[in-house]
């Protein structure tokens, strides 16, 4: 601060000047200050509104769910194109692989084709790769996942799958009568009006594993709706259920 005084009482002046010029200071920056994290926190505020204004218009597309899914007319042509995501692991048949680890695909409900694909999407089903294949730049919304369910509903189920070694094959149709049949159907045809997998002729491998992975609590949607069912089956028992679907005649469109 300058201004002019009077020679008298120049340095009176000035010297009371200063002293009473530093609280006002302190009062200017802390002010300033203030009014910079204000600043700061109201950008913060219209980026956040932004984004929940988008995740609000787009929250069908991002986080499908099954009704929006099945809202969509669907369309195999279309969903062809989408399949090439998917054929890297399945196949170009969706046949899988016969060591089991990936399943036939091929012939599947489309109904249980589009919840599994949206429990992996929505993080309820865990699958590094499925994860990865369903994720919205590859499987971009409800009509994408309607298209490729669609798709691989109408292939033909390839012939070939892996089969168990026949040892518990006697045991695991009888669990199977009594346990599963009333579900999944007498021949594990499933059930495409109240999306029940079909079964039949799916890898010896990758049934087995479904059965631990719901003893193991890695399935949490299917250890629920399975729980009475798998209640007290010991190894014996799930590998002759396992191998028994195996060896059930495929669906009638299969090649």
Not at 80 to 107: D, F, N, Q, S
Not at 126 to 144: K, S, T
Not at 169 to 185: I, K, M, P, Q
């Amino acid at each position: 601060f300058f201004f002019q005084a009077e020679d008298g009482i120049r340095d009176h002046c000035v010297t009371g000047v200063q002293t009473c010029a530093l609280p006002i200071l302190r009062r200017m920056l802390r002010a300033r200050r203030q009014l910079a994290w204000l600043l700061i926190l109201a950008v913060l505020l219209a980026v956040l509104a932004s984004a929940l204004g988008r995740a609000a218009q787009v929250g069908d597309e991002e986080q499908p769910t099954v009704a929006t899914v099945r809202a969509r007319a669907s369309n195999p042509i279309a969903g062809e194109r989408l399949y090439a995501i998917c054929a890297a692991c399945h196949g170009t048949e969706g046949g899988g692989r016969p060591v089991g680890e990936i399943p036939v695909i091929a012939g599947q409900h489309p109904g249980v084709l589009i919840r599994q694909l949206v429990a992996y999407r929505n993080g309820v089903r865990w699958d590094v790769r499925m994860e990865h294949a369903a994720q919205i730049r590859r499987l971009g919304d409800a009509q994408a996942i309607a298209d490729v369910a669609a798709y691989v509903a109408r292939l033909p189920t390839p012939l070939g799958n892996q089969r168990g070694a026949g040892q518990n094959l006697e045991s695991g149709a009888n669990v199977y009568d009594r346990r599963c049949r009333s579900c999944h159907g007498a021949a594990g045809e499933g059930s495409a009006v109240r999306d029940v997998p079909r079964l039949a002729a799916q890898h010896y491998g990758y049934l087995r594993r479904q059965f631990f992975d719901v003893l193991e609590h890695r399935r949490p949607e299917l250890e629920v709706s399975h729980s009475a069912a798998m209640q007290g089956l010991d190894r014996d028992a799930i590998d002759g259920i396992a191998d028994r679907l195996s060896r059930f005649k495929p669906a009638k469109n299969s090649r």
